[in-house]
Each structure stands twice: as C-alpha cells, then as structure tokens.
C-alpha cells in the first residue's frame, strides 16, 4: 500500500527526544515501513520538517534521513481540489490551514491514505474522501 505520513506523525519519530514507540501513530508508522509500504511526502511536509532546525548538522541530518520518501506530483488540479475542499469545509464551519486542505487533496488525488496524528483532518474527511491512518 501507498500512503502519505503526515508532519505531525514525523515528529513524533524523527524530531522528539525520545520516541514513544506504544504511541499509536509511532506503531503504524513502523508497521508500515517495515511492511514494505511505500511512504510519500507532500513537499510542504518535507518543508514543515526542516523549518526551524537550530542547526546546520540537524537540518542535513533530517534531510538525508527523508531523502529516500518521493515526493507526490502536485499539479493544477491538486491546487483547485484545495481551495474547492477548504471553501467548502468553511460554509460547514470546518476551519484548518491551507496546507492541510492541500495535503488531503493530493492524498484524494492519488488514493493514498493519510497517516496523521492532526485532528484537522478528521473533520476534513468528512467532506472529501480522505482516508485516514491509523484508523
């Protein structure tokens, strides 16, 4: 299976001091990559990741560890499912970031599940066809 892990999920097992291995999202996490899986990344989680590293040891570090995740193509129409999604969940009353919106369009787009530690998401998977992670 193809997913998304999302930034919130990274943390947690790449930038804590220590990793809690029976948090539930830490454990599907493992589990798929020791599946085999194929984990991607939207280039604003890879942004999200390496913003705000003290150093230039720990940004080169980070880099070099997500190096090997692809980055999903974003195109257009990705851009246009965003707006459309994060208009919509508005008039319901659905508040989140931009980049959240986008993030669940590409997954949308591509029929990736999200595996995300974000309460956003849940109420934005309400209005699209997110799938999320754990579950």
């Known amino acids: 299976m193809n997913l998304v892990v999302d930034t ?3 943390s947690f097992v790449l930038r804590r001091p220590q ?4 948090d539930p999202h ?6 798929h990559l020791e599946s085999g899986d194929g984990i991607f990344l939207v280039g604003n989680i890879l942004q999200e990741l390496l913003d705000g590293l003290r ?10 560890l997500l190096d ?8 257009r129409q990705t ?23 986008l993030i669940a369009a590409a997954c949308c787009q591509h ?11 849940s109420r934005i998977s309400v209005y699209c066809d997110l ?5």
Do not use: H, M
């Open 26 to 31: 830490v454990r599907a996490f493992r589990w």
């Open 111 to 121: 029929g990736f599940p999200l595996l995300t530690a974000d309460k956003d998401f």
């Open 79 to 101: 851009y246009v499912s965003a707006a459309r999604l994060q208009s919509q969940c508005r008039s319901k009353g659905v508040n989140a970031g931009s980049i959240d919106f």
């Open 19 to 22: 990793v809690d291995e029976a």
């Open 55 to 64: 150093s230039t040891k720990q940004f080169d570090r980070l880099a070099a």
């Open 131 to 135: 799938v999320l992670l754990p579950g």
């Open 68 to 75: 090997p995740y692809p980055l999903l193509d974003l195109d």
């Open 8 to 10: 919130s999920v990274w």
